[in-house]
């Protein structure tokens, strides 16, 4: 595998051309249709900007499918566009509060983007890496991760990052792509295939 940090940068890279450009190729889906396809309901798409929706990037619906309560504080690690710290915001209602999270500032700029025209103020953006979180101890009742896990060496640091800021008795709610075997002998992960 190639360093981590080379890993990093190109992951990054990736991310941030699909927040500039999600119309473009990229090696993995973008945008609406994909959004769709992973069970986010049409009518919850149809009201949030399309600085969100255009340039969503996730794995699964995880923000559909959390138990969010009224008044809650979420994280949403990994937040990309924002989509899914949109809707977290909604589910929260303006009692609650949303972290979002990226480590990329193009997908920082359309999240934020994306809050100020749906008049949502109590959901903010943080840029951050996710094994190095900006964040109180102790102060989140949900965390959401939408497809972090494969795309960062720093795994173990980021199960240690949200052990430390989610409250006794909070909730973790995660989506990621698995393999079912293991790789064939010639693949190996680097810059090429990280995303296959």
């Known amino acids: 595998m190639d360093d981590p940090e080379v890993l990093r940068q190109a992951v990054c890279h990736a991310y941030s051309e699909a927040a500039e450009h999600p119309e473009g190729d990229h090696p993995f889906p973008v945008g609406r249709a994909f959004a769709l396809s992973l069970g986010y309901p049409a009518e919850w798409l149809d009201q949030l900007p399309a600085d969100a929706v255009d340039a969503f990037t996730g794995v699964s619906n995880v923000s559909v499918l959390a138990d969010i ?89 980021i199960f240690r990052e949200l052990a430390r800021v989610v409250r006794p008795g909070g909730r973790v709610f995660a989506a990621e792509l698995i393999l079912r075997e293991p790789l064939p002998a010639p693949a190996t992960a680097n810059r090429e295939n990280w995303f296959a």
Do not use: K, Y
């Open 69 to 157: 309560p009224e008044g809650a504080t979420v994280l949403d690690v990994g937040c990309g566009a924002g989509l899914d710290s949109l809707i977290a915001a909604r589910r929260t209602g303006p009692r609650g509060r949303v972290i979002g999270l990226d480590f990329s500032e193009s997908m920082l700029r359309r999240a934020e983007a994306a809050a100020r025209q749906a008049g949502v103020n109590h959901v903010e953006f943080r840029r951050a890496d996710a094994e190095a979180m900006p964040v109180e101890t102790g102060s989140v009742d949900v965390a959401l991760c939408n497809g972090i896990f494969n795309l960062n060496p720093w795994r173990e640091a």
